[in-house]
Every structure is written in structure tokens, then in C-alpha cells.
T-cell receptor, first 111, second 113 residues
Framework: GEDVEQSLFLSVREGDSSVINCTYT??????LYWYKQEPGAGLQLLTY?????DMKQDQRLTVLLNKKDKHLSLRIADTQTGDSAIYFC???????????FGTGTQLKVEL | ETGVTQSPTHLIKTRGQQVTLRCSSQ?????VSWYQQALGQGPQFIFQ???????GRGNFPPRFSGLQFPNYSSELNVNALELDDSALYLC????????????FGPGTRLTVT
């Protein structure tokens, strides 16, 4: 079945870049996503990438997709304290409607 | 444009009871998905509704059921509650045809004692 894996924690200094990594197993994934979850809140859709793309940039966010290695990354430039949250990687399989999520990476931004 | 709303925010139930959670989808969105997020985990897909019909289901038992209404709002019903049902229940809405964009509500925190 589908599986999505992420590292659990990442700590960066304010102003540095953050890179959050994710691997997935479903070779038929059509879309891959990054969601942000702040404490006690729902999920905020940050960005997504279609599987035939290898890069997408949206303001401070850059998504890189290596489909051969089934590896997705999210780079946050000039990381701010407001970026502290849990970041979830998710994939949508071919022909399906469900999203399969990783366990989330907790990003801590230190002053 | 209104976002996805869910009610109630929190509730506490006893094992064996039944619960109904509600979701109002984002304006114009006709597809609703439900997810269960246990503490420290990523969300797990329960099922999706489109045009008042179930349109895909995850690995959840039949005691998890749902409804979608003509105004696209939705309910999640859970019967015979178990302690492991304690979780954050998230609703997400999307436009059919753009179902790859799922927008989540704030969730309902269910505690089963």
C-alpha cells in the first residue's frame, strides 16, 4: 500500500532556510502536497505539485520532486518564528481521491 | 468566500455511545472528505462524499458512516465508540474537477472515556 515517511523534527535559526524532506512509495502518485498544522488547528494547504513537474516555487516556498527516487522536499526561505508548526507531506494516488499523509515534521524556529 | 467549518469544536463521549460530527464545506465545493488524526500522527482517510453518495472509503469499519446533504454539508457518524476513536476529526472540501485541492476545516476533537 501507500506509505509516506518524514523525519520527526527540524530546528533552524530565524532567517535561515529550512528544508523538510519526505519519501513516498506509491509510483502512481499524481499530486504531492505540503500542509501546515499549527497547535490546535486544522491543516493549511501550503502548496502542491503535479507529478510531471520537478519544481514549483511560490514566494518563500520551493518544492522539489524527484519522481525516480520518490522524494519530495519543501524549502522555506528566510524562515520566521511564525513558520514554527508541523508540516505534513501527502500524496494522492492515481485514480483515487484520498490523500495519504506522513506523520509530520515538527519545525522549530529559534531566535 | 467562506472556509470549511466544523462543529462541535470539542466533545467528550463514553465508550459505547454514538456521535455525530458536522461539516459545512467551503462555498461552491461539492465534495467532502473526512479524516481521522490520532495524536502525533498524520490524518487517515475515512471516506469521501460527492453528490450525496460515498465516493471512496479508507480502512475504517462500518460503524463509521456519513451523509452529505443537498447543500453539500456533511455529517460523520460513529457508532459504538471505542477508546481508540479518540482523535481530531477533520473535514476537507474540494470542487469536483479540482478534487486535488482539498481545504481542511479546524477539526472536532473527540475524546472517548
Amino acid at each position: 500500500g501507500e506509505d509516506v515517511e518524514q523525519s520527526l523534527f527540524l530546528s533552524v535559526r530565524e532567517g535561515d532556510s529550512s528544508v523538510i524532506n519526505c519519501t513516498y512509495t506509491d509510483s502512481s502518485s499524481t499530486y504531492l502536497y505540503w500542509y501546515k498544522q499549527e497547535p490546535g488547528a486544522g491543516l493549511q494547504l501550503l502548496t502542491y505539485i503535479f507529478s510531471n513537474m520537478d519544481m514549483k516555487q511560490d514566494q518563500r516556498l520551493t518544492v522539489l520532486l524527484n519522481k525516480k527516487d520518490k522524494h519530495l522536499s519543501l524549502r522555506i526561505a528566510d524562515t520566521q518564528t511564525g513558520d514554527s508548526a508541523i508540516y505534513f507531506c501527502a500524496e494522492r494516488g492515481g485514480g483515487g481521491n484520498k490523500l495519504t499523509f506522513g506523520t509530520g515534521t515538527q519545525l522549530k524556529v529559534e531566535l | 468566500e467562506t472556509g470549511v467549518t466544523q462543529s462541535p469544536t470539542h466533545l467528550i463521549k463514553t465508550r459505547g455511545q454514538q456521535v455525530t460530527l458536522r461539516c459545512s464545506s467551503q462555498s461552491g465545493h461539492n465534495t467532502v472528505s473526512w479524516y481521522q488524526q490520532a495524536l502525533g500522527q498524520g490524518p487517515q482517510f475515512i471516506f469521501q462524499y460527492y453528490r450525496e453518495e460515498e465516493n471512496g472509503r479508507g480502512n475504517f469499519p462500518p460503524r463509521f458512516s456519513g451523509l452529505q446533504f443537498p447543500n453539500y454539508s456533511s455529517e460523520l457518524n460513529v457508532n459504538a465508540l471505542e477508546l481508540d476513536d479518540s482523535a481530531l476529526y477533520l473535514c476537507a472540501s474540494s470542487l469536483q474537477g479540482r478534487s486535488y485541492e482539498q481545504y481542511f476545516g479546524p477539526g472536532t476533537r473527540l475524546t472517548v472515556t
